[in-house]
């Protein structure tokens, strides 16, 4: 299981440059009707996801994916631009060795960098001034939820047009 710290995955400069989403489903069908996704196949959903990803990653961009990446199918990897790190969701089911022969840094629980706490559901068993950065909830919780001196922002894709967001893009100044 691996586990970082702020100096082994990035410093709060770099932080700021990754991009950030979650809750993709790739090859989840039934997703598109749980969550009242436009789509209306699921190859049009994979392909507009990809799309949309790749109109903003680079090869050379990273991104921090608060899981629910895929169901089952390791070939979406190889359509999507960047180096992946993944915060492991409730529904990728596999085990580390699958993501990472996938070319996915697995992480298999939260982490902190500086006040930035990711994860995959939110965590509102938390101290104060903490940045929660998050996904799980889909479109049932807005992008932005504020509760005493703690944000929560929800990743998921529903929130974002599908489109993956540069962390600084998301927060603005509110560092």
């Known amino acids: 299981m691996n586990t970082y710290n702020q100096s082994e995955l990035f410093t709060i400069s770099e932080l700021m440059n990754v991009f950030v989403i979650s809750d993709h489903h790739f ?19 994979n392909y507009t996801m990809i799309g949309k990803w790749n109109s903003v990653v680079s090869e050379y961009n990273t991104v921090l994916h608060l899981g629910d ?34 070319g996915i840094t697995m992480i298999k629980k939260p982490f902190m960098i500086g006040n930035f706490l990711f994860s995959h559901k939110p965590k509102h068993d938390i101290e104060e001034n903490i940045i929660n950065i998050c996904g799980h909830s889909h479109n049932k919780i807005p992008l932005l939820t504020e509760s005493g001196s703690n944000k929560f922002y929800n990743v998921s ?19």
């Open 27 to 45: 090859y989840h069908e039934n997703i598109i009707r749980y969550c009242n996704r436009t789509f209306k196949s699921l190859r049009k959903m």
């Open 69 to 102: 990446f895929s169901f089952g199918n390791s070939r979406i990897r190889k359509h999507l631009n960047g180096k992946i790190y993944m915060v492991k969701g409730n529904h990728d089911k596999h085990g580390i060795a699958w993501y990472e022969n996938v």
């Open 157 to 175: 894709v529903e929130n974002l047009d599908y489109t993956p967001i540069r962390i600084k893009d998301l927060i603005g100044d509110k560092i």
